[in-house]
């Protein structure tokens, strides 16, 4: 089983950029589908990016398209979002997600069965 710890979040004017790290334990992250995904207040679980197995495939949610990057660092075993161009509505609890019976992003958090803890961010308007 893989473990996720997110680190990362924290407090940023609108405008300004952050990036996330997901740390993953055991098993290498090419074994896994792996995923961002935020929650804000009040709204459901929504997916931000995701890339698959093999990496050569990302899927990104409309709204961030443009503004996020999700990328691996195999050799640290961690998975980044950067985030630029930051805007009120990125305000969330932010998820890093992996699916073992995936091969591609799925959108739907059912579809992942490995969770982190959770990180805030919180862009000020």
């Known amino acids: 089983q893989v473990q996720l710890v997110e680190s990362g979040g924290g407090l940023v004017q609108a405008g300004g950029s952050l990036r996330l790290s997901c740390a993953a334990s055991?098993?290498?992250?090419?074994?896994?589908?792996m995923a961002w995904f935020r929650q804000a207040p009040g709204k459901e679980r929504e997916i931000v990016a995701a890339?698959?197995?093999?990496?050569?495939?990302?899927y990104y949610t409309d709204s961030v398209k443009g503004r996020f990057s999700i990328y691996r660092d195999n050799a640290k075993n961690t998975v980044l979002l950067q985030m630029n161009s930051l805007k009120s509505e990125d305000t969330a609890v932010y998820y890093c997600?992996?699916?073992?019976?995936?091969?591609?992003?799925?959108?739907?958090?059912?579809?992942?069965?490995?969770w982190g803890q959770g990180t805030q961010v919180t862009v000020s308007s």
């Open positions: 997600a992996a699916s073992d019976f995936l091969i591609s992003p799925s959108a739907g958090p059912t579809s992942y069965n490995y």
């Open positions: 890339f698959s197995r093999s990496g050569d495939s990302t």
């Open positions: 055991g098993p290498t992250l090419n074994m896994y589908v």
